[in-house]
Each structure stands twice: as structure tokens, then as C-alpha cells.
């Protein structure tokens, strides 16, 4: 069954013709700006998934920072969204969505809904996106944009992300765009055999970023390189 917001459950929009027009700024601006973070910063530096590329192309980045940082909002840096929390550079969002292997018909829980951004690159990519955000102002700010964006594939809880969302699993992927000190069990608990979970394990100072693939005989841990990122917070990771 296909769990959705909003009252009619439609596939995932595509947003190439979606835009919003600032002073100072057209939608050829903000295409073209796209378009070089493509070419640049996810092409040149390996990123080969067509689908996650087109992506990229597609989902405006622009609408996902504050007015002030518009100017920047394609630039290969990490942008700050409040709450001390951070909007990952172009890059990062590419990889760990590529490292997903996303092909169309999966459920994907991602933990840090953040600024919206990653949420909607997710759904472009799978069936069903199930969001959990544990700073509220946070979640309420995305699910107005992604509604107004007209993504209904997506559904975003508030609460403590690093114990999942239980009522929607198993999940064939899982993201978490924030640090853990080690891996969440109820995470693990909550993948499908064969599901894959993309997550930053370690400290301020040194953090690598790990796929993990459940099998029938237990998980299988891959090194994908190294990152950096907030901490995540919750009962199964930073506590406050």
C-alpha cells in the first residue's frame, strides 16, 4: 500500500519547469547555475548514475536555502539551514544517494529531513519517501516546501530519527544525513534483506561514511570514504 501526504497519490514530479523568480534572479539564472553544479561538482567528480545526475538537474536547489544565500546555493559548500543544522554540499547529496543504488520501486527512510533538499532528490529516485526530522521548525519548513514543490511520494514525521519509523518497515534503503557515534540498531533492524543504509560514523574530527547491506546471515559494512557532518542526536546517537 502506498503511503502518501496530501489527498491524491500521484508518481513522483518532475520538477524541470518548476521555479520561483527572486529580484535579481531568472529561472535561466538558476538553470544554468544547475546545470554547472552538474558538470562540475557531481560529473567531474565521479558520480555516473544517470538518475541520480538528472536528478541533480531537476530539483531546485535554490528554493531550499534562505533568501540571504541564494547567490550560493550551487556552490560546492555546505550551507547553513538554522538549528545548527547544515544543508550537505551538492557532492555529498549525489554520493550518498548513488551509494543507495536506488531503481525506481523502492521505500526509503531517510533520518535528518533538514532543509528538504535530499528529501526530494529521494524522491525523484524511489516509490516512497518516509522522513523522520527531530528539530520540528525544521520539519514544518520542508513539508511546506515539498507540498508547494507538489511531491506526494514523501511523508515526514517529527521525533527522534535515530529510531526510525517502525510503522512504515522494512525499508530497501535507508540515508541518514547526520554523524553517529556507532550504528543505530533500530535502523539495522528496520532494513529488508538485501536493503542498503548510507550513514556517517565517528566524531566531530574524523568521520567515515558507511554502507551497510543486511543479508539473511547479518550485515555486510563497506567503507565509502571519508565526511563530515552534524552530529545525530537521539537515544541511539549523540545525546543532548
Known amino acids: 500500500m502506498r503511503v502518501v501526504t496530501g489527498s491524491n497519490p500521484v508518481a513522483p514530479t518532475i520538477l524541470s519547469s518548476i521555479e520561483v523568480r527572486l529580484p535579481g534572479s ?21 558520480i555516473s548514475d544517470a538518475r541520480v545526475i538528472e536528478a541533480m538537474r531537476k530539483v531546485p536547489r535554490h528554493l531550499f536555502v534562505d533568501a540571504g544565500l541564494i547567490n550560493s546555493a550551487y556552490d560546492g559548500i555546505a550551507l547553513p539551514i538554522g538549528a545548527k543544522q547544515t544543508l550537505s554540499h551538492p557532492y555529498m547529496a ?7 543504488g536506488l531503481a525506481g520501486e523502492e521505500k ?8 528538504g533538499y535530499q528529501t526530494a532528490l529521494l524522491a525523484e529516485l524511489c516509490f ?7 528539530i520540528r521548525p525544521l520539519s514544518r519548513k520542508a513539508r511546506t516546501l ?34 553517529a557515534p556507532k550504528l543505530p540498531q533500530p535502523l539495522l533492524e528496520q532494513l529488508s534483506i538485501s536493503g542498503r543504509m548510507i550513514i556517517p560514523i565517528g566524531k566531530d574530527e574524523s568521520q567515515v561514511m558507511m554502507r551497510i547491506t543486511r543479508t539473511a546471515a547479518g550485515f555486510d559494512e563497506e567503507q565509502i570514504g571519508e565526511c563530515r557532518f552534524v552530529k545525530l542526536r537521539g537515544k541511539y546517537g549523540w545525546r543532548d
Open 108 to 115: 526509503v527512510l531517510e533520518v535528518g529531513t533538514g532543509s
Open 128 to 134: 516512497n519517501v518516509f522522513s523522520v526530522e527531530k
Open 26 to 46: 531568472t529561472d535561466h539564472d538558476f538553470a544554468w547555475a544547475r546545470e554547472k553544479m552538474v558538470q562540475e561538482q557531481i560529473i567531474a567528480r565521479g
Open 146 to 179: 515539498l507540498d508547494r514543490l507538489e511531491y506526494h511520494n514523501i511523508a515526514i514525521h517529527a521525533g527522534d530519527g535515530t529510531l526510525g519509523w517502525s510503522e512504515h518497515a522494512p525499508y530497501d534503503g535507508i540515508i541518514v544525513t547526520a554523524a
Open 94 to 100: 549525489a554520493r550518498m544517494t548513488e551509494a543507495l
